[in-house]
């Protein structure tokens, strides 16, 4: 049963250029929400689109030689196709040049013209022609330039109507206080309220003499300027003038998803021209923050952006969507950059998840004929894994609901981490080789009812991977989904048969190697002069003093992205060990697991942190493994 509409909308793309990754990034979120409102029960209806009746628009295509819709043409496929390869799943896609927005462009702007809202007039002051706006002395640089373009502003002078918005100036401050909900994140809100507070000027709604745009309904000179214009695709792209029954389901529209450079246009010219035309206020509008590449706005025209066809055919979508929520808290500004994007996919997707979904359909595949085996009285750690699952629903949807993406993901990962570990506590191996099926069947059940827990967990991020776990599992991948199906632990069909199982999440190659320290450098120039490997005697191999060790603890260190400082027991006393093993091994999985360590090593200190002993891990290129007893066994034990 749906639990109710949910009506969801991005900003509308200017036409003067395709778009960038940061573009992408709001179209990637606000997809990730509607995916996940689907998945809850929702009705969902998603609106996107393009504002195609701007000055700059016209510029662009003017530049090239070509009529503005032709080349708005021309513009729209390439976001289509952005879109597209980033599976954003849209319901409706809006241009401002159709017909139905045209119709209730024109509708609206009569409402408030009759409502005594609309008046010719002359107005003054600094005008920025990208964003197509007027700015106050104090909004602009020194030299009166535009701080969203760095472009510089320019007095302009017009004749033209005006809308009465320091009418509404109560009105709007009376709501915004009333519903403190309605501008988030909060410091959108403040600055809001602080810019209200400070006067509200009326602003111009038509331009004198343009061809290009959409004609005043009340005089033919002039056409409705393209902010009064933009903000009304909202209406119009749920059946406003074509669609009754359809507006009056979705609308008011329960969030607009903006950045945080338009939140003026969203949060007081649009709620003032809709108490004007009387129609209900939008439920919220939530201004993200930039996405950033190194340290500065992406932008086109100055060469500082990321390609988002290219980032897709380079990575998938599905990693490049992960890695944009699960990296930057939604709200909060973020750098793209593809060493952390890389670091982010081999943790969390390559070594977190996919390594658990391959250990445990490999095990299964092997001991159960590629089947899902039955599943058996709870035992060990089956409860803590089961309980864990149920809460991290619980918090998933809590966090979801409130938009805190990256949070939400990582109360998942705490989750696949934890079934990580419950496989190495469980070791299912062993219990294959002591030939214990009925236990063996019902860990690798557990494993893989958590892994449909966090299909369905990713779904809204990453669409394509989870339907292929879900294939790979035995499952339909198409088959009805919803959160309420977690409700419940052990709904796995058992018997079903395993699709083809490969790695979902291969590793990337990490492109930067870490730098080598002047003492590697030296040690590997001698190693390269020899030819013969370096032969030593068993005396030598015992002056080393290899130990079991137990780790009891284990932290990042602070400011390094490769350190991690272990407290281990390695029977007589506790050692702490600083060990550059950061991005293959995330703190949770190593507590309680059993390592080699030489003791008798001079201590050292690494970024500051002493570090007494080292531990022993087998490396290959970018891939580490540490070294462990094949047997449970005491630490301090001796290696011999
Ligand atoms: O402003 N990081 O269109 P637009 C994150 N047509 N978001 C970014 C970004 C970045 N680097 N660059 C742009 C307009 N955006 C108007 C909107 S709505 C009725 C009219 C976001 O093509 C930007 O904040 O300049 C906005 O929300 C959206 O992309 C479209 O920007």
Same mark, same amino acid.
């Given at each position: 049963?749906?639990?109710?509409?949910?009506?969801?909308?991005t900003?509308?793309?200017?036409?003067?250029?395709?778009?960038?990754?940061?573009?992408?990034?709001?179209?990637?979120?606000?997809?990730?929400?509607?995916?996940?409102?689907?998945?809850?029960?929702?009705?969902?209806?998603?609106?996107?689109?393009?504002d195609?009746?701007?000055?700059?628009?016209?510029r662009?295509?003017?530049?090239?030689?070509m009529?503005?819709?032709?080349?708005?043409?021309e513009?729209?496929? +390439?976001?289509?196709?952005?879109?597209?390869?980033?599976?954003?799943?849209?319901?409706?896609?809006?241009?401002?040049?159709?017909?139905?927005?045209k119709r209730?462009?024109q509708?609206?702007?009569?409402?408030?013209?009759?409502?005594?809202?609309?008046?010719?007039?002359?107005?003054?002051?600094?005008?920025?022609?990208?964003?197509?706006? %007027?700015? @106050?002395?104090?909004?602009?640089?020194?030299?009166?330039?535009?701080?969203?373009?760095?472009?510089?502003?320019?007095?302009?002078?017009?004749? @033209?109507?005006?809308?009465?918005?320091?009418? %509404?100036?109560?009105?709007?401050l009376?709501?915004?206080?009333? +519903?403190?909900?309605?501008?988030?994140?909060?410091?959108?809100?403040?600055?809001?309220?602080?810019?209200?507070?400070?006067?509200?000027?009326?602003?111009?709604?038509?331009?004198?003499?343009?061809?290009?745009?959409?004609?005043?309904?009340?005089?033919?000179?002039?056409?409705? %300027?393209?902010?009064?214009?933009?903000?009304?695709?909202?209406?119009?792209?749920?059946?406003?003038?074509?669609?009754?029954?359809?507006?009056?389901?979705?609308?008011?529209?329960?969030?607009?998803?903006?950045?945080?450079?338009?939140?003026?246009?969203h949060?007081?010219?649009?709620p003032?021209?809709?108490? $004007?035309?009387?129609?209900?206020?939008?439920?919220?509008?939530?201004?993200?923050?930039?996405? +950033?590449?190194?340290?500065?706005?992406?932008?086109? $025209?100055?060469?500082?952006?990321v390609?988002?066809?290219?980032?897709?055919?380079?990575?998938?979508?599905?990693?490049?969507?992960?890695?944009?929520?699960r990296?930057?808290?939604?709200g909060?500004?973020?750098d793209?950059?593809?060493?952390?994007?890389?670091?982010?996919?081999?943790?969390?997707?390559?070594?977190?998840?996919?390594?658990?979904?391959?250990?445990?359909?490999?095990?299964?595949?092997? @001991?159960?004929?590629?089947?899902?085996?039955?599943?058996?009285?709870?035992?060990?750690p089956?409860?803590?894994?089961?309980?864990?699952?149920?809460?991290?629903?619980?918090?998933?949807?809590?966090?979801?609901?409130? %938009?805190?993406?990256?949070?939400?993901?990582?109360?998942?990962?705490?989750?696949?981490?934890?079934?990580?570990?419950?496989?190495?506590?469980?070791?299912?191996?062993?219990?294959?080789?002591?030939?214990?099926?009925?236990?063996?069947?019902?860990?690798l059940?557990?494993?893989?009812?958590?892994?449909?827990?966090?299909?369905?967990?990713v779904?809204p991020?990453?669409?394509?991977?989870?339907?292929?776990?879900?294939?790979?599992?035995g499952?339909?991948?198409?088959?009805?989904?919803?959160?309420?199906?977690?409700?419940?632990?052990?709904?796995?069909?058992?018997?079903?048969?395993?699709?083809?199982?490969?790695?979902?999440?291969?590793?990337?190659?990490?492109?930067?190697?870490?730098?080598?320290?002047?003492?590697d450098?030296?040690?590997?120039?001698?190693?390269?002069?020899?030819?013969?490997?370096?032969?030593?005697?068993l005396?030598?191999?015992?002056?080393?003093?290899?130990?079991?060790?137990?780790?009891?603890?284990?932290?990042?260190?602070?400011g390094?992205?490769?350190?991690?400082?272990?407290?281990?027991?390695?029977?007589?006393?506790?050692?702490?060990?600083?060990?550059g093993?950061?991005? +293959?091994?995330?703190?949770?999985?190593?507590?309680?697991?059993?390592?080699?360590?030489?003791?008798?090593?001079?201590?050292?200190?690494?970024?500051?942190?002493?570090s007494?002993?080292?531990?022993?891990?087998?490396?290959?290129?970018?891939?580490?493994?540490?070294?462990?007893?094949?047997?449970?066994?005491?630490?301090g034990?001796k290696?011999?």
């Amino acid at each position: 049963m749906s639990k109710g509409k949910f009506y969801v909308t991005t900003a509308i793309l200017y036409t003067n250029a395709v778009p960038h990754l940061g573009h992408s990034y709001e179209l990637v979120a606000t997809d990730t929400l509607a995916r996940y409102k689907r998945l809850n029960g929702y009705d969902v209806f998603f609106l996107t689109g393009t504002d195609e009746n701007s000055l700059n628009t016209e510029r662009a295509a003017r530049e090239r030689n070509m009529d503005p819709l032709a080349y708005c043409d021309e513009i729209v496929a +390439h976001i289509q196709e952005i879109w597209k390869a980033l599976n954003i799943s849209n319901d409706d896609f809006l241009r401002t040049t159709e017909e139905r927005h045209k119709r209730t462009c024109q509708e609206l702007y009569r409402r408030a013209y009759e409502n005594g809202d609309i008046y010719k007039g002359t107005y003054e002051g600094w005008y920025c022609d990208s964003c197509e706006a %007027y700015y @106050n002395e104090d909004e602009l640089d020194a030299e009166h330039r535009c701080k969203i373009h760095e472009s510089p502003a320019r007095w302009f002078q017009e004749e @033209n109507y005006f809308f009465a918005l320091s009418k %509404y100036q109560d009105r709007l401050l009376e709501h915004i206080e009333k +519903h403190p909900e309605f501008i988030q994140p909060e410091i959108r809100r403040n600055e809001i309220v602080s810019f209200i507070k400070s006067g509200l000027r009326d602003f111009s709604v038509s331009r004198a003499g343009g061809q290009w745009g959409i004609p005043t309904p009340n005089d033919p000179d002039h056409t409705i %300027y393209v902010w009064f214009d933009a903000v009304i695709n909202y209406v119009s792209g749920v059946g406003f003038a074509d669609d009754p029954a359809k507006f009056e389901r979705y609308w008011p529209a329960d969030l607009h998803v903006i950045g945080k450079d338009i939140t003026r246009f969203h949060c007081i010219y649009w709620p003032a021209m809709l108490m $004007s035309t009387g129609l209900p206020l939008p439920k919220q509008v939530f201004g993200h923050g930039w996405l +950033h590449l190194k340290g500065q706005k992406m932008s086109k $025209s100055r060469g500082i952006y990321v390609d988002p066809i290219a980032a897709v055919k380079e990575y998938g979508a599905d990693p490049i969507r992960y890695y944009l929520m699960r990296e930057f808290p939604f709200g909060s500004d973020g750098d793209f950059s593809e060493e952390n994007f890389t670091h982010r996919y081999n943790a969390d997707l390559a070594n977190d998840l996919g390594n658990l979904l391959n250990r445990t359909l490999t095990l299964a595949g092997r @001991n159960f004929d590629q089947k899902i085996p039955a599943p058996g009285p709870v035992e060990g750690p089956d409860q803590e894994l089961i309980d864990l699952a149920e809460a991290t629903r619980c918090q998933y949807i809590e966090l979801m609901d409130a %938009y805190a993406f990256s949070t939400a993901l990582e109360t998942v990962w705490q989750l696949v981490r934890r079934a990580n570990k419950y496989i190495d506590e469980t070791a299912p191996w062993r219990l294959a080789q002591e030939g214990n099926r009925e236990r063996l069947g019902a860990v690798l059940y557990n494993c893989l009812e958590m892994l449909r827990f966090a299909a369905l967990f990713v779904e809204p991020v990453m669409p394509e991977s989870a339907a292929e776990i879900r294939r790979q599992m035995g499952l339909d991948p198409d088959a009805e989904r919803s959160f309420e199906t977690l409700k419940q632990w052990g709904q796995l069909p058992v018997g079903a048969s395993f699709g083809e199982v490969k790695p979902v999440f291969p590793r990337l190659k990490v492109t930067k190697k870490p730098a080598a320290d002047s003492t590697d450098q030296k040690a590997s120039a001698q190693q390269k002069k020899s030819k013969q490997p370096l032969q030593i005697t068993l005396d030598d191999f015992r002056k080393l003093d290899l130990r079991v060790g137990e780790v009891l603890s284990a932290e990042s260190i602070e400011g390094t992205d490769k350190l991690l400082k272990l407290k281990v027991d390695i029977g007589s006393e506790q050692r702490q060990i600083v060990a550059g093993i950061a991005q +293959h091994y995330s703190p949770e999985e190593l507590v309680g697991q059993k390592i080699i360590l030489i003791v008798n090593l001079a201590p050292a200190k690494i970024r500051g942190v002493e570090s007494q002993g080292m531990l022993l891990a087998a490396v290959d290129q970018d891939e580490l493994a540490i070294v462990t007893p094949l047997k449970d066994i005491r630490p301090g034990t001796k290696i011999s």
